[in-house]
């Protein structure tokens, strides 16, 4: 099992920037493929962005290309999510997932709890 921890949500004005991070522990970071997922109220769970184990591949949703930036640190056992150019639209709950398989669909093994991000207009 690997625990999830998510932080960094805020509130930001629409223009601005924020940082996620995600903590893991419990098991080796480096086998775990990881992503960043979100939920808006009302709406379903959306994939986000991906990173193979080592990070050298990512992968992300057409909504965020060119804003966000999925990386990882495997010596510090941390996932991120760089967003900048935030919109209203990004509103929702952060959850940061985990899997030994690479997946672009919502069938992740592992789950964080989520961190509010709130862009006002």
């Known amino acids: 099992q690997v625990q999830l921890v998510e932080s960094g949500g805020g509130l930001v004005q629409a223009g601005g920037s924020l940082r996620l991070s995600c903590a893991a522990s419990?098991?080796?970071?480096?086998?775990?493929?990881m992503a960043w997922f979100r939920q808006a109220p009302g709406k379903d769970r959306e994939l986000v962005a991906h990173?193979?184990?080592?990070?050298?591949?990512?992968s992300y949703a057409d909504s965020v290309k060119g804003r966000f930036t999925i990386s990882r640190d495997n010596t510090k056992n941390t996932l991120y999510l760089q967003m900048n150019s935030l919109k209203s639209e990004d509103t929702a709950v952060y959850v940061c997932?985990?899997?030994?398989?690479?997946?672009?669909?919502?069938?992740?093994?592992?789950w964080g709890r989520g961190t509010q991000v709130t862009v006002s207009s």
């Open positions: 997932a985990a899997d030994r398989l690479f997946k672009a669909n919502v069938l992740y093994d592992h």
């Open positions: 419990g098991r080796t970071f480096s086998d775990f493929h």
């Open positions: 990173i193979n184990r080592s990070g050298e591949y990512t």
